[in-house]
């Protein structure tokens, strides 16, 4: 087992540093990706929200005739919205692997280095 030196903690320190800006980095696509997908999910909650019957003296064909228009225009608004959630949802999945992928990076960087420290620091002192 070869001895560890500083230089070796200072590479390892200044790679950790380079690993905890790479997970901060994913770590804001990763909120900015669940921001939109809740985003969108509170749109479409909204639009799945039962309306409130209109009132006045409507005749009850132009009642149906509007009901009818509005269940055609909510269902496509559903159906782009859902294909949306599903873009997202994609890009949030893929967003959070990369995060847990650069988390794991630097957790083994800063173990990696603090292991070495500890063993540098159990050597005797040099004459």
């Known amino acids: 087992m070869t001895k560890p030196t500083t230089g070796q903690i200072g590479r390892l320190r200044a790679l950790g540093k380079l690993t905890e800006l790479a997970l901060e980095a994913r770590l804001v696509k990763l909120r900015r990706a669940a921001e939109l997908r809740d985003a969108t999910c509170a749109a479409l909650a909204v639009l799945n929200t039962p309306r409130p019957a209109p009132e006045g003296d409507l005749p009850l064909s132009a009642l149906a005739r509007s009901n009818l228009l509005y269940d055609l225009w909510a269902d496509r608004q559903r159906r782009e919205m859902n294909l949306k959630l599903a873009r997202e949802t994609a890009l949030w999945l893929e967003e959070r692997a990369d995060a847990s992928t650069a988390f794991g990076r630097?957790?083994?960087?800063?173990?990696?280095?603090h292991d070495l420290k500890a063993r540098l620091a159990k050597l005797p002192p040099k004459p």
């Open 106 to 113: 630097n957790d083994v960087l800063n173990r990696l280095a």
